[in-house]
Each structure stands twice: as structure tokens, then as C-alpha cells.
């Protein structure tokens, strides 16, 4: 370092200090402010983007979901929640409470459609709801287009599909895709009872893998945790 700055400070050089700095540390995107090098040649400032790569390991199960869930989920980890009638999203019970307790049971991310994204009383009632947990508990919540978008994480994963079969199929197809390298990820899906896949040419409960249970009796039996 001294004698980079040394260098830079006592003769002409024509070469961006971001050059010798890069080869010192190797983990970093390129960048100058404006050295000697730069400014007698009239560049101007600048910041290369650093291509950011995370390598993450699920944690097995038994160590992330806790009570109900963790019973539930021991020998399949796929959980297909199923709700009846053609009401909104928005309006089936206590829907902000049974997230919160997923949350608080150990599922670390949750994928909501934009028909509740979108909702501002509701999207404001479950952050408040999560806010009061007594422990802080990690977690993300992401839109239903995060591909190309957001990364997602091998964590314990609740999605909340679309009521309309058009968007819920996207959504699916997207989640078989990132679900793909974590084939063991806890993974727990909120249906319509009549969500027809038209990738899969068929039922979402009666084509995709994992037990199949009303939504309604889970979130009794999560209350009853919490």
C-alpha cells in the first residue's frame, strides 16, 4: 500500500489505481473516485457491478420448524392446504394469524400473491401481526414474480397461490423450477379446492405431491401452539 500511494502521489502514471487496488483485494468490484491516473486523462468516476454469489445449505428440519408443523412435516415435507368457496383471498379468516404462526413455527419465507400484496389494510395488519412476535423471528416475504427479480433462500417456504388458475399455474411453475436443487425444502402450499394446474392437466391436490389438508384445521391446531 505504500508504495501504491507512493507511486500515485510522486510520478505520471497512466492507469487507474482501481487496477493494483483490485489485485490486493480480489473480493471487490472495481471503483475510483477520480485518481491522479483518471483525472489527467478525464475520466470520470466510476463503480463496476460486483456480481454477488451466496451459497446456502438448507438446515434439516428438525432444527428450523418447531411444534405442530414440525410433527406434520417429519415424513413429508410437502403440505397442500386446501380452502373451499370462490370468496378473495383477502377474506378467508384469520389468514394474517395462521402467516404470523407459520412464521413463528419456523417458516422462514412466504410467497403471497399480489391480490394481498396489494391490499394495504391487509399488508399493513400482517406486518404489525409479525412486529408483535415476542421473539424476532428472520424472515422474507416476496411477491409472486420474484424470478429474475429477488433470489429466494432454501428455507422452510409457505406459498399463498392465486385464486385465479392462470396465475397460480405461473406461480407453481416457477417454484418447481427454484424448488429443484432443495427437493427435501419444507414446503407448505394455500390452494383453492378447485385450482386446476393446466401444466400438470389436472387438480393442484390430486397432481402435486404431499399431504393433503383443510386449511382451516391447521390454523386451529397452530392456535392452539400459540
Same mark, same amino acid.
Given at each position: ?12 502514471? $497512466?492507469?487507474?489505481?482501481?487496477? %493494483? ?18 483525472? #489527467? +486523462?478525464?475520466? &470520470? ?5 460486483? +456480481? ?5 445449505? %438448507? ?14 412435516? =417429519? !415424513? ?6 386446501? /380452502? ?24 422462514? +419465507?412466504?410467497? *403471497?400473491? !399480489? ?14 401481526? *409479525?412486529?408483535? *412476535?415476542?421473539?424476532?423471528? %428472520? ?6 414474480? /420474484? @424470478? ?5 433462500? @432454501?428455507? &422452510? ?8 388458475? =392462470? ?14 436443487? /432443495? ?5 407448505? #402450499? ?10 400438470? !392437466? ?16 391447521? +390454523?386451529?391446531?397452530?392456535?392452539? $401452539?400459540?
Amino acid at each position: 500500500m505504500r508504495t501504491l500511494i507512493s507511486n500515485y502521489s510522486s510520478r505520471e502514471i $497512466d492507469r487507474c489505481i482501481a487496477y %493494483p487496488l483490485g489485485k490486493l483485494y480480489p473480493a471487490c468490484a472495481l471503483a475510483c473516485g477520480g485518481c491522479p491516473a483518471c483525472r #489527467n +486523462q478525464g475520466r &470520470p468516476a466510476y463503480c463496476e457491478k460486483y +456480481q454477488l454469489e451466496i451459497q446456502m445449505t %438448507p438446515m434439516p428440519t428438525s432444527y428450523t420448524l418447531r411444534g405442530e408443523l414440525a410433527a406434520r412435516l =417429519a !415424513h413429508n415435507t410437502t403440505l397442500n392446504l386446501y /380452502w373451499e368457496g370462490q370468496h378473495e383471498l383477502n377474506k378467508i379468516q384469520d389468514l394474517e394469524d395462521f402467516l404470523v404462526n407459520l412464521v413463528n413455527s419456523g417458516f422462514r +419465507q412466504l410467497i *403471497l400473491p !399480489h391480490t394481498l400484496l396489494n391490499d394495504s389494510v391487509w399488508a399493513a395488519t400482517l406486518v404489525k401481526k *409479525l412486529s408483535y *412476535l415476542e421473539q424476532p423471528v %428472520p424472515h422474507l416475504i416476496v411477491g409472486e414474480d /420474484w @424470478p429474475g427479480r429477488l433470489p429466494l433462500y @432454501p428455507v &422452510p417456504t409457505a406459498l399463498i397461490y392465486p385464486s385465479e388458475n =392462470a396465475e397460480a399455474d405461473s406461480l407453481f411453475r416457477s417454484w418447481k423450477v427454484a424448488r429443484r436443487n /432443495w427437493p427435501a425444502l419444507p414446503t407448505i #402450499n394455500v390452494i383453492n379446492r378447485n385450482l386446476y394446474l393446466e401444466s400438470e !392437466h389436472g387438480y393442484f391436490t390430486d397432481r402435486v405431491e404431499g399431504s393433503v389438508e383443510k386449511l382451516d384445521q391447521l +390454523q386451529i391446531d397452530l392456535a392452539l $401452539d400459540y
